[in-house]
């Protein structure tokens, strides 16, 4: 597979070498990042947000929020920012093209090459891309929680990022996504998102979109891998644990529900806006750039609450530009167990209308939550077993997001102290 990722851009990658970041961090000015900021700059660094080589400036954040492009015409649906206080600018003397430090944890963890430091209205960026300044969406909440001033400028890591057990067997760059794509043939990928432990609903998805995705294919030239892209982000109380959720999928693949040939997990980072259809054609763009050619999007996908029509998500690919995204989404609609047919079925399918029952999360938590193992139909043993093994490992006891967890848990990733680098010749 070729490196040619959204707006038909090379794949971004930019990380120093360990001899030159020595050299050129030394006497910058620090500035001290949060998570989001550092998730981004990861994001950033490795080409998840390809053709973008570091955060907007005012052109391309104006754009994006009038026309959903940035300022070159490439879709692009939600600036990407960094915050920073007028105060800290004053007090460190940054002013336009410097080059500063970006530490994460008071490790060095990139560079950041100024390019524009402006102000910004955040109402404005609030409508433009959540469709509402509402206090109770959780988008509008983060949002009221940056900085007054943003600074643009190209990012380049200084470090590599060291992913933490478990999360190291299953973090993938674009380029390294593309490269064991290519090695296993896949020729089309289907990316299936998620921020939940998988039930046989889920699974049942993932299998219809992988049908969905061949359907035009004589059997010898069906090459199609499915991509398990779990988001990973901040967490709140009573959230699955992120470990529960990738272990979760892996146990699928490892008890062969999917064919070890077709089937592979993953994350990104990444902060959820919840803006709905902006934040579908995100997560597009995002596994474009992983090399996917098919996204599957369910039943008000990035939405919450009823801000948005529950398939805003799926009209809005007919309202892009053609050729506009280099992915096709898999629409899906909804689906529930039904009695009758024994099976999982889906909207417009089975007519036993009345015997339907849907999948309810709330009930399939607290199954859990008790250890009481659900009837195979709803959730696979060996997923069952392992999201209580993550709980014993990883969440303290419980496969949920507690306070101890939240305070407690191990990183998801850490950036190593430069001088351990190894410096390769
Ligand atoms: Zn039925």
Redesign the pocket.
Known sequence: MKNIGHGGKEIVERILPPIESKKRIRELKRIAVTDRVARECIDLAYGFFTPLQGFMGKGDVDSVCEKMTIMNGTLWPIPIVFDITNKEIKEKGIKRTDTILLTYYGHALAILEIEEIFNYHKLNLEQAVLGTTDLEHPGVKMYNTLKDTFISGKVTLVNEIKFNPPFDKFWYTPKQLRKISTEKGWERIVAHQTRNVPHTGHEWLMKGAWFSANGDLPVEKIKTGILVSCIIGPKRLGDYIDEAILLGHQKLHDAKYFRDDIHMVSFVLWDMRYAGPKEALLHAIIRSNLGCTHHMFGRDHAGVGSYYDPYDAHRIFDQIPKDSLNIKPVRILEWWY?P??GEV?YSGL???DK?RQGFSGTMIRSMIQDKVKPTKLIMRPEVFDMVLESADKYGFGSPFCTEEYLNKRQAVFEIPKLQNRKIIA
């Open positions: 039904c009758i047919c079925t089975c007519g036993h015997k």
